[in-house]
């Protein structure tokens, strides 16, 4: 029996019946016929099974009900909930229910769900499993609390899309050279399309290098004779690698999207670093990653990620299970001592759906070989030519500037004093005021009265005023006719004798190496 409705509300009961129930069905119908002929928007059909309860349509949902049990079915709009690898399909309704036995919802549905999807019911909140009926061409569920709901699919290759680690950036630092103490360390053999990215950095006689994962893979690493364990290792947000660094199975694993660290002294140097493809403790991982997903989806318990130990052990049993020529589902066979969460439910859907959560994972991925090479660098001394800058002075003085520099033969350097202290060289600047440095990093402003002398025709000797040594210590040049071997006197006290030796690039004076020389 059909009418227009806008919401019902029916008690599904088994009709009192003898030996002859038709005028009895017959009675009913005609009641439920008045009941729905005053109201107006949506078709509900109601009808009776054979045995107790009964059954009420709506927008190709029908609802099945235990006998005794208060039922109000409604159509609905589109779902407020649908996690990003599901999709919505068939019709949707509002149900509220009174009961001991939760009722059972039958969705209308264009046909069997393709491969790689499995039917679910998508609720406010989350899903609830279920079955797809061939001979009715339905998806068959049983809601166990009053809400909206909707037929979906679940995305299983969306679902590996979310549990397999994305590959991470390239570093800026991939590839370049370092150096250190006149030794240049180098890197070969893995392009922009290796599945690792490897950086260095140098200082105290060491190699810090640096491997970071591009790969959805893990990767076992094979390390050069005699280097020693990682300094460093960094993780990304990816549950495959929480936690898992340390183990003594997992200790020499490159996970996805992590890095690690080795600091080797140059003496170990050059080597080459390789790394072999093992995508069995990686394929536990996500797995168990996705069993957790799926379980949190339907509601069931259990923490909000995997506990360490569950992933340390999915992650053993996939390395111990997991060949070329064996299906993913060897290694899903073999998490069952892990105890993944979701138990049954999940590993019913997860058995149909195995290959496109892990497909992310199966496409064969490259070794790769990483040279680290060593080199001696062409040192020489840097030379600066000093350039005033008023805004970079750090103290100020007035005074004279009496003569030219007895120390630069710079056009624009002055000597100049104020009271008991000379500052040698200065640096015309702006207005009446010169830029006297006293060291690399300081100067004084002094604003001076009167003129400036005749400074030297342009053009002449830029001799350096300021050294800085291989070890950091600043030297500044001095003009005293009581020492005249002295050429520059040094922030450790030490004076140093003569001219800069500039023979070769790396200049010298007094035995010590300039690193760099202001002129």
């Known amino acids: 029996m059909t009418g227009p409705v806008t919401s019902e509300e029916y008690v599904l009961w088994e009709a009192p019946m003898a030996t002859n129930d038709r005028p009895a069905r017959l009675a009913l119908a005609a009641a439920v016929a008045l009941s729905l002929l005053g109201g107006a928007g949506v078709l509900v059909q109601q009808r009776f099974a054979a045995g107790p309860g009964g059954t009420v349509a709506v927008a190709g949902v029908e609802v099945d009900a235990p006998a005794g049990t208060r039922v109000s079915v409604r159509p609905t709009g589109e779902p407020g909930f649908a996690a990003a690898f599901t999709r919505r399909i068939g019709g949707g309704a509002d149900l509220s229910f009174e009961g001991v036995r939760p009722p059972r919802v039958r969705i209308l549905v264009p046909g069997a769900p393709p491969a790689g999807f499995a039917p679910v019911v998508v609720t406010g909140t989350r ?199 064996r299906p993913a589902a060897a290694v899903w066979a073999a998490l069952a001592p892990c105890r993944p969460d979701g138990g049954d439910v999940v590993r019913r859907f997860l058995d149909a759906g195995i290959g496109p959560v892990t497909n992310g994972l199966a496409a064969p991925a490259p070794a790769f070989e990483v040279t680290v090479t060593t080199s001696r660098a062409q040192r020489f001394t840097q030379t600066v030519e000093y350039r005033p800058r008023t805004g970079a002075t750090t103290a100020r003085a007035t005074g004279a500037c009496g003569s030219v520099s007895a120390v630069s033969g710079r056009h624009d350097a002055y000597r100049c004093t104020t009271g008991a202290t000379t500052y040698d060289p200065c640096f015309a600047a702006t207005g009446t005021r010169v830029v006297c440095p006293t060291s690399a990093t300081k100067a004084v402003l002094l604003t001076y009265a009167g003129a400036l002398p005749s400074p030297p025709q342009p053009g002449g000797t830029a001799d350096p005023f300021l050294l800085t040594l291989d070890d950091g210590t600043q030297c500044t040049a001095v003009a005293d006719d009581s020492a005249p071997d002295t050429r520059f006197a040094c922030a450790d006290g030490e004076p140093l004798r003569g001219p800069p030796d500039r023979s070769s690039p790396l200049w010298t004076i007094d035995g010590k190496t300039v690193a760099k020389a202001y002129v």
């Open 127 to 325: 899903l609830v499993p279920a079955i797809y009926d061939a001979p009715t061409r339905s998806i068959v569920a049983e809601l166990n609390r009053n809400g909206a709901f909707w037929g979906g699919l679940l995305d299983f290759a969306a679902l590996g899309r979310e549990v397999v680690p994305d590959p991470a950036p390239r570093p800026d630092c991939a590839g370049r050279t370092a150096s250190s103490d006149g030794v240049v360390i180098g890197l070969g053999g893995a392009g922009p399309a290796a599945p690792i990215s490897t950086c260095v950095t140098a200082g105290n006689g060491r190699a810090s290098v640096t491997l970071t994962s591009n790969a959805r893979v893990p990767y076992r690493l094979a390390l050069p004779s005699g280097w020693p364990d990682p300094t460093a290792r960094t993780t990304a947000a990816s549950t495959s690698a929480v936690q898992l660094f340390g183990r003594p199975r997992q200790r020499d694993l490159l996970w996805p999207g992590s890095g690690v660290t080795y600091d080797v002294p140059f003496g170990q140097l050059p080597a080459t670093l390789k790394g072999q493809a093992e995508p069995g403790p990686g394929m536990g991982t996500t797995l168990t990653a996705a069993a957790h997903r799926l379980a949190a989806l339907f509601g069931l318990p259990g923490a909000p990620e995997p506990a360490a130990g569950v992933l340390a052990c999915a992650a053993e049993a996939g390395a111990a299970h997991h060949t070329a020529d």
